[in-house]
């Protein structure tokens, strides 16, 4: 598992996760997980109901929130938001990581963050959300 990587202090992303990484994360402080990913982009990886038993065997919450940029609503944002809840730290986590620093940076921005700012910040973190723009423009605040 790559190391996640912090957005905030209790928000981390990361690439696709396996069942195996949990216990590490668990061992890290990480409380909850949330699953960015659809089931079934390709073929080796593992389902969300998979993880979510493990998870749930070593006492940490779990939620799937899939996302297509293609589809991207305001409800996978208030998903994300209901998600964090609670102020737990929380590894979200799609293919590469994108996907979930772009639920965060329309969250934040919905909390009235300036964009721009969160896109830097996210941008120096190693996520290039220029190919996501299109699909954050009707929703950023």
Known sequence: MDN???LASNYFVAPQIAVADLLQLKALGFE???N???DHEVDDQPLSIELE???AELGLEYVHNPVDLKTLSESEVDAQVAALAGEKKTLAFCRTGTRSSVLWVLLNSAQGVN???LKTLVAGKGFDLSRCEPAMQ???K
Request: charged letters at 15%; a positive charge.
């Open 36 to 38: 960015n990913r659809p």
């Open 53 to 55: 038993k493990a998870a």
């Open 4 to 6: 996640p990587i912090p």
């Open 138 to 140: 009707p929703l950023i």
């Open 32 to 34: 909850s997980i949330i």
């Open 115 to 117: 964009y721009n700012d």
